[in-house]
C-alpha cells in the first residue's frame, strides 16, 4: 500500500466511478465533475441498489471496468462527515479482487477501513488518498505576491465554484491568456493533477497552504482558484476565511445556485443573499489585497430550463448590475463574465 | 502510554510545575498562567539548578509532590522552537518514576523524546500533549446550543483574550452565577484541566470543534470562551472564523493593546479599528447567533502606568460609547464591563 501525494505523480487512470448508495446529487459531485472534465478518463460507474443518482455513464462491474481498461476505482460521492459507510466496503473489495486500485478524497482515510489495508497489500494494490495535504505548510505571512488571481466563492456547498473555476480557466486560456486552475478539493486535484485539499489542512496553516497554491507569477498570469465553501456556512466558513485571505484574489465571482433554499447540511439555515455575500468577501477580502473586486455571478441553474434561464440570467444582470451567467450553459452571458473578470 | 485527548476527560490534576533552567520569566507564562489561575491545582514547581525564574511556589522533587498528592508534572516553560532540550530529560524521567504523568503543550511531542514513551509504558505512565485535539470531532451543525455564550475576539494576537475570558469567567462565578472557562489554547486547556486546541484542528472540523467546546448547558449559564487569533490577521483568520460560527456566542468582548502598531509576525499589516473588529464580528457571528452583541472592551495597557491607563480607558469609553476596561487591573471600569456583558 502506497499514500501516494496527489501532486507527487500522475493518479492511475482511466477510472470507475464509485457512487455508493447516494442518494442526492449534491453529494456525488466528485463522479459528476470526473465526468464532465475528464470524461477521457472515466471508462464507466458502479454503485448499490440503493443510490438515486447516475453518472449517466455504462453500468460497470470492477470486474467488467478492469477488462475495459480501467486502473482504478475512484469513490465519487461524499456524506456528511467524510465517513467511509460499512455498507461499501463489499465493494472496495470487490474492485481490489478484480485488480484495481482505491482512489479517496474523504476524510476517513481508505487505510482506517477495517480490512481493507490487509486486503491490498495482500493483492498488490494502492490505496490512495488524495486529501493528504503536503507536508511543512508554512503559516501564512500576507506578503502580496506577483501575478493575477480569481477566487470562486459561494453562497453555499456544491453549487458550482468548481466548475467555474474549470470554465473561466478554459475561457482565459481559449483567449490566450496564460492562466491556472488551482484545485483545492478532492475532485479538483484528480481533474487537474495537483492541488492541495483545502478542507485537510490544519487550521493554523489554512492561509498559509492558500499562498502555498499560488505563487508568485507573471504579471499577467491569472491563477483561477477554486472556491471551498462558504463564507456563511455554519461549518465550513474557516476554510473559505482561509483561501480567501490565503488566495488575496485581484477578482472573485459569486457562485450560487438559484432556487436552493437550505444551506447543505445546515437545517434551517437560509442562504445568504449575492449583494450579502458580496459585502462580506470585500470586507474580509480587502484585508491581504485592498484593490479587490467583484468580477460577476455564476448561476448553476441546471434546475431550470434554457427559457427559464435566459430569463433570469438577463432579469438578475439588471437586478445586480453584474455580469450574470451560467458557466454551463455559456453564450454571450458568459463571455461578459469573462470580459468582466478580465476588466 | 495513553496519549489523553484534553476533551476527552480531565487532566491529570494537581500539578507540580517543570521550569526546566529557564533564564528569563517571558518563556515561564505557562507557569506564571497555572499560579495565578488554577493556584489550587499547583503542588509546587520543580527545576533545575541553573534556573533564574520561580513561580514563588514551594520546591518538590517529583517524589515529594506525589507524596503531597500531585498526579502530573506540568511543563511550564517554553523555549525559542518549543523543543524538548536534553537537560529536561532526566527530570522527566524522575518524575514517571515518582508516578506522575507528564503533560506538555509544546510544538515537540513528549512521546518524540527519546526514551522517554518507553519509560512511559513500563511504568504505567502518559504522556499528555494538550496539542493534540480531541478524535471524532464532528462537522458543526449551525444548531443552536441552550445556555449563554461568551467569546473573546481580538485585534491581533497574544494581547490578552485568555486572560480577559480568565478574568471574565472568575467574575461572573463571584457574583454567584454559573459559569465555565473554555480553553482554546495550550496554556488555558492546562489552566481549565480540558479543553480543545483549536489551532491544532483541521479546517473543515473548526466550527464543529468549538460546537463541542461548549455544549448545551442550563438557560442561565454562561460559558466563558478564549478567542484564538483575530479575523484580521492574515494567517489566523481561519481559526477565529471558525470558533466565531461554533461558538454561536451572545456577547463578545473585543480584546486590544493599546498602542501596537502591527500585527503579529505579519510585517506591513496594521491592526484593525475596534469599531472595524465590532463591525466584521458582527456581521459574520449573526450567522449563527442573531442576537450577538459587544459587551465592550478589554485593554491590556500593560505598557501603561496606573493613571495612563486610567485616562486612556476612561477617554476610549467615552469615544467608543462601549464599556473598555483591563481585566488585570480591574477596579469599577472592569465592573461596568462585566454588567454590560451580563445585561
Redesign the interface.
Known amino acids: 500500500m502506497t499514500l501516494l501525494r496527489p501532486a507527487a505523480g500522475a493518479l492511475p487512470q482511466p477510472y470507475l466511478l464509485f457512487l455508493g448508495d447516494v442518494a442526492q446529487p449534491g453529494y456525488a459531485k466528485t463522479a459528476f465533475g470526473l465526468r464532465d472534465w475528464a470524461p477521457d478518463q472515466c471508462i464507466g460507474e458502479y454503485r448499490l441498489p440503493d443510490a438515486k443518482v447516475t453518472t449517466g455513464l455504462a453500468y460497470l462491474t470492477p470486474a467488467q471496468a478492469a477488462a475495459a481498461g480501467a486502473r482504478s476505482m475512484v469513490i465519487g460521492v461524499a456524506n456528511?462527515?467524510?465517513v467511509i459507510p460499512a455498507s461499501w466496503v463489499a465493494s472496495l473489495m470487490e474492485a481490489l479482487q478484480a485488480g484495481l486500485d482505491l482512489v479517496a478524497g474523504m476524510?476517513s482515510r481508505l487505510g482506517d477501513v477495517p480490512g481493507l489495508a490487509e486486503a491490498a497489500t495482500q493483492l498488490g494494490r494502492r490505496l490512495i488518498d488524495v486529501r493528504v495535504p503536503p507536508a511543512n505548510i508554512p503559516?501564512?505571512?500576507?506578503r502580496k505576491r506577483t501575478g493575477q488571481r480569481l477566487l470562486t466563492v459561494g453562497t453555499d456547498c456544491a453549487l458550482g465554484k468548481k466548475y467555474t473555476a474549470l470554465a473561466l480557466a478554459r475561457a482565459f486560456k481559449a483567449r490566450g491568456i496564460a492562466a491556472d486552475f488551482r484545485a483545492t478539493g478532492q475532485t479538483g486535484i484528480m481533474i487537474a493533477g495537483s492541488g492541495i485539499p483545502?478542507?485537510?489542512?490544519?487550521?493554523?496553516f489554512?492561509?498559509?497552504a492558500a499562498e502555498m497554491l499560488s505563487p508568485d507569477a507573471a504579471p499577467d498570469h491569472w491563477d483561477v482558484i477554486e472556491g471551498q465553501g462558504s463564507?456563511?456556512h455554519?461549518?465550513?466558513?474557516?476554510?473559505?476565511?482561509?483561501l480567501l485571505?490565503?488566495s488575496q484574489p485581484d477578482v472573485f465571482v459569486v457562485c450560487h445556485e438559484p432556487g436552493r433554499s437550505e444551506?447543505l447540511?445546515?437545517?434551517?439555515?437560509g442562504l445568504p443573499s449575492i449583494a450579502e455575500l458580496i459585502?462580506?468577501t470585500l470586507?474580509?477580502g480587502r484585508?491581504?489585497n485592498p484593490r479587490i473586486r467583484c468580477g460577476g455571478v455564476a448561476y448553476n441553474s441546471s434546475r431550470l430550463d434554457a427559457d427559464e434561464a435566459g430569463r433570469l440570467i438577463a432579469a438578475d444582470t439588471e437586478r445586480l448590475g453584474l455580469p450574470v451567467a451560467d458557466p454551463i450553459r455559456g453564450g454571450p452571458a458568459f463571455e461578459r463574465l469573462v470580459e468582466s473578470c478580465l476588466a
Do not use: Q
Open positions: 456528511s462527515g467524510g476524510h503559516v501564512g505571512t500576507g483545502m478542507d485537510a489542512v490544519v487550521a493554523d489554512e492561509a498559509g463564507l456563511f455554519p461549518a465550513y466558513a474557516a476554510v473559505s476565511m482561509g485571505h490565503g444551506m447540511g445546515a437545517p434551517g439555515y459585502e462580506a470586507l474580509l484585508r491581504t
